[in-house]
Each structure stands twice: as C-alpha cells, then as structure tokens.
C-alpha cells in the first residue's frame, strides 16, 4: 500500500502514464529508459525501474514534495533545486505520479505543442 492507502504505483504504470501524454517517446540514457517530447526528457525510470523521475518547475516540486517524509523528494544537487524529483514508485499513488507526468510533460513540451493541446 502507499501512503495514501492506494495501490503502489509500478514502472510498467509509470511508463504507460508517460506515454500517454502527446508525442511522448520512449529513449534510454545512461541505462535506463527515459520519456520525452520534442527531444527534451521530461520523465524516466532509474536502473532498477524502483523509482521514477519527473522534470518539473521548481514550485510544482515544492507542492508535491511538500514538507512530509513521502515517496517524492527533490534530486540531489542542481538536478534537485532545478526541479529534478525522484518519486519511490512502491509508496506512491498513482493519481500523484499522473498529475507529476503531466506537469513534466508541459514543462518541457514546445509550447506550440501546449497550445495547441489547450486548443488556443
């Protein structure tokens, strides 16, 4: 179970998640599977795919991290102050991780691909 009581979040979830959004596609770096769009990772999976990674806005960390001990927190150094934050899937809920992948999507997305998805 995870914090919230809900079912844990899984890799094969987390990638599904992830390429749900537009134009996602699967890459690698470094050994491990990475998610991006228009050529900028906005998500991934660690090595073992016991722990995901979302790119998101500094203030969009700080709201999901917020100041409890949970399955999201920041990434070391610059990565992490940048907004680089490690979610640890087996505690965390899977609405949280799909609000997370979409938020890193619309971080990196081109933004005539995130207007043209808001219909502007």
């Known amino acids: 179970m995870t914090t919230d009581g809900s079912l844990p979040m899984t890799a094969r979830a987390f990638r599904k998640l992830a390429l749900a959004q537009p134009q996602a596609v699967e890459g690698s770096h470094m050994g491990h599977a990475d998610f991006r769009v228009g050529g900028k990772v ?3 999976l660690g090595p073992d795919e016991d ?5 998101l806005a500094p203030d969009d960390q700080a709201d999901l991290v917020g100041d409890e001990k949970g399955p999201y ?5 610059a990565w992490g102050v940048n907004g ?4 640890t ?5 899977e609405p949280k991780v799909r609000r997370a992948i979409a938020a890193a999507w619309r971080n990196v997305a081109p933004k ?9």
């Open 112 to 120: 005539r691909l995130v207007k043209q998805i808001d219909g502007e």
């Open 73 to 77: 927190r920041p990434a070391s150094g």
């Open 84 to 87: 680089c934050t490690i979610i």
């Open 42 to 44: 906005f998500a991934s």
């Open 89 to 93: 899937l087996r505690r965390a809920s």
């Open 51 to 55: 722990w995901g990674m979302v790119k």
